[in-house]
């Protein structure tokens, strides 16, 4: 397993929309122990592919509550009720938002086994499905964001 880089705001790619996994192969889950790898270094609690420069539709959650997850070609298939939550991005280091999200999500994906995944999420966990999928499609939380600030600035 190794470190990777993480891809901050301004690079390209993170507004690039990713392509599907084909294969769920060897590669793959050496590239998840990378991911987490790299999460875990960076005090984070959710990575999806572009961050570190991979155009695939895959992502890795270890939200602290015991939802720890490999998704791979993730698909929100219903959303239910709101919620306003403080995220933060590994990408956009410094800074935090408050954003709307669904407060109850249903996900279907494949594991890193490449088995079919559903998943059914609320409150923290939602979010962050919800924020690591958005990477997956070129968007990040300050497209969203109701407000956008420096940390320091958010603490004062």
Known sequence: MAIRRIRTEGEEILRMKCKPVKDVSDSIRSLIGDMFETMYASNGVGLAAPQIGILRRLAVIDDTLG?????????????????????????????QG?????????????????????IDAEGFFAV????????????????????YVKQEAAQQ
């Open 67 to 95: 939802n720890k997850l490999a998704i791979i070609n993730p698909v929100i298939t219903s959303r239910e009720g709101e919620q306003l939550a403080t995220e933060g991005c590994l990408s956009l280091p410094g800074y």
């Open 128 to 147: 962050v499905l919800q924020h690591e999928i958005d990477h997956l499609d070129g968007i990040l939380y300050k497209d969203k964001a109701e407000s």
């Open 98 to 118: 408050e954003v709307k999200r669904a407060e109850k999500i249903h996900v279907d994906a494949l594991d890193e086994n490449g088995a079919p995944l559903s």
